[in-house]
């Protein structure tokens, strides 16, 4: 099975290089399925039923979220019926933490998860409650996005989950890592996809913000940056058993 992962999708820098992007890698590695981290979609915070259907409209098949979760209320409105998995070591929340795609007469069962460490979140222990679905939920095939901000609290995971789950992809970060492997018992393991958005603000907000923040001390309101875009992917097969990262930038004005 082939399989596109897509990293956190962030305003309208992203949304633009879905639209940029999307169409050339569906042509050039033409994956079975598509998953994208979407908990930045709506102008850096959660999402919008609006975005959610152009999203969909692009032959997506599973948003996955984040700790933005439910930065835009909106989103409860529409996430019950929605193809969308929110983080599934909160307590209670609206919608799902894991939702099975048909493909094939193959049940593929998606979770996403928070992680623990450095994430001003109280939430359930991924490790724990990942490992309880996957023994509890039927399935034929198993994908994780661990939304974490700690490398190591993923790379533990993963090697935890090594040979009980088929694919880990990790997000929240924005950068993509460079380890993406096959972990020793067959996992299909990243440390993180990257994200989909502005290419020169930090990690999606424009640049001037976060360093007067990091100088001054004192917050501003974030406002996401414009200017050149990029997208960070990951592509699997499971059949050939390979993995590679993808990173395209594009500058309209050259
Ligand atoms: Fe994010
Ligand atoms: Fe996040």
């Known amino acids: ?7 956190d999708v962030y305003g309208k820098s992203g949304l633009k290089a879905i639209d940029l992007f999307l169409p050339e890698l569906k042509a050039q590695y033409q994956p079975h399925l598509i998953i994208v981290n979407a908990e930045n979609a709506a102008n850096g ?7 959610y259907k152009t999203l969909m409209s692009h032959g997506i098949h599973m948003l996955t979220m984040g700790n933005h979760v439910f930065a835009n209320k909106e989103l409860e409105t529409f996430i ?21 795609i048909h493909f094939n007469q193959q049940k593929i069962l998606v979770i996403n998860a928070l992680g623990q460490a450095f994430m001003n979140q109280h939430v359930q222990s991924p490790f724990l409650t990942v490992m309880e679905t996957l023994n509890n939920v039927e399935h034929d095939i198993s994908i994780l996005d661990i939304h974490a901000e700690a490398t190591s609290e993923k790379v533990a995971l993963g090697h935890f989950l090594d040979g009980k789950i088929d694919i880990i992809f990790g997000t929240h970060t924005h950068v993509q890592t460079n380890d993406s492997r096959i972990l020793p ?3 299909f393991y990243l440390t993180d996809v990257g994200m989909t958005g502005p290419l020169n603000g930090v990690i ?13 001390g004192y917050s501003t309101p974030n406002a996401v940056d414009e200017g050149p875009i990029q997208l960070n992917a990951w592509f699997i097969d499971t059949l050939q058993k390979t993995h590679t990262l993808i990173h395209l930038e594009h500058d309209e004005n050259k």
């Not at 099975?1 to 990293?7: C, D, R, S, Y």
């Not at 999606?204 to 990091?214: L, N, S, Y």
């Open 45 to 51: 915070r959660g999402i919008t039923h609006t975005i």
């Open 1 to 7: 099975m082939k399989i596109l992962i897509i990293g």
């Open 80 to 100: 019950e019926d929605a193809n969308i998995v929110r983080p599934i070591n909160y307590l209670q929340a609206p919608g799902k933490g894991y939702l099975i």
């Open 185 to 187: 018992n067959g996992t």
């Open 204 to 216: 999606g907000v424009k640049k001037d913000i976060v360093i007067d923040r990091f100088i001054n």
